[in-house]
């Protein structure tokens, strides 16, 4: 569904609340369901909103034909409406289980349609595959992009599982930087090879991990974000392993200190996504390392 801002939306974020009752009773499911562009359906903004009583919960849950998908979806924070109702609206236990069981039953509906990891809906033709498709037919001319291609290990990033890169709505520019990394990388360390120990620093996604470990089968790969892992690409299958640090933080270098003797292996560090005092952190780490 379409993300944007519907006369719905408007009058919650107004606390009109005769307005939202209209709309509730008189809406049709676009409007019940559509998510803002911060992908809040209008059942999650309710549940937040301690302004607006739980019968305006109940309102729009007795219109089940349309909101059920709603208790499903989860924002771009990875929240669901019953998530928001019990650790932001302090709702009560009964519209918290009404929400839950609506997203339990709307799960179970479209199950064949979801990401066996996490459950999100996953679409049938990823942002990923057309341009595939392009470079297949002769009209990509990135060359970054042509060579990821090139490998077959790279296409189990069309694979469900890793929807929230092949979906993603930067992941040409994405791959594009991730390759250059990975060329720097092999261009700097003549002996790189699975034997090695990568560690990608505000690893974001992970899609430079992701391709490196697909690319090197039996290398010890570490992604580190300070982001819970629910915001993170479900890279397991391919090898990697997530941990959840802020690089900044007093006991950073003595975690990857410890890491990295537990791991043994030669280390490289990546870090794409540095700037500013994160790169300064990234060449303390390296120095204490290379010592």
């Known amino acids: 569904m379409p993300r944007g801002r519907n006369a719905l939306h408007d009058a919650l974020l107004k606390s009109d609340c005769e307005r939202v009752k209209e709309l509730i009773a008189t809406g049709d499911d676009l409007l019940h369901c559509q998510p803002d562009l911060k992908g809040c359906n209008p059942l999650m903004l309710l549940a937040r909103d301690q302004r607006f009583h739980e019968e305006y919960i109940w309102a729009l849950l007795a219109r089940r034909a349309s909101v059920e998908a709603s208790a499903a979806a989860r924002s771009r924070t990875r929240l669901t409406a019953a998530e928001y109702a019990s650790d932001f609206g302090a709702r009560s236990a009964r519209v918290v289980e009404a929400l839950r069981a609506c997203e339990e039953q709307e799960r179970r509906r479209t199950v064949e349609w979801r990401c066996p990891e996490c459950g999100d809906v996953v679409r049938a033709r990823p942002r990923l595959l057309g341009y595939l498709q392009r470079a297949e037919r002769g009209e990509e001319k990135n060359p970054l992009l042509l060579r990821f291609f090139a490998k077959e290990c790279n296409r189990a990033l069309l694979n469900p599982w ?57 290398l010890a790969v570490t992604a580190v974000d300070r982001r819970e892992k ?12 997530y941990v959840q640090w802020d690089i900044l933080g007093v006991d950073f270098l003595h975690r990857l200190e410890s890491l990295v003797s537990e791991v ?3 280390v490289a560090i990546l870090g794409m996504h540095l700037c500013g005092a994160l790169s300064l952190r990234a060449i303390e780490a390296f120095a204490m390392l290379e010592s």
């Open 162 to 218: 890793y929807h929230m890169v092949n979906n993603d709505p930067s992941v040409r520019k994405e791959i594009s930087e991730s390759m250059a990394m990975l060329d720097a990388l092999t261009g700097a360390l003549p002996a790189f090879g699975s034997d090695w120990h990568i560690v990608d620093l505000c690893c974001g996604m992970a899609v430079t991990a992701s391709i490196v470990a697909l690319e090197h089968p039996g």
């Open 264 to 266: 043994n292996r030669p």
């Open 230 to 241: 629910r915001y993170t690409t479900h890279f397991g299958r391919a090898g990697v392993r």
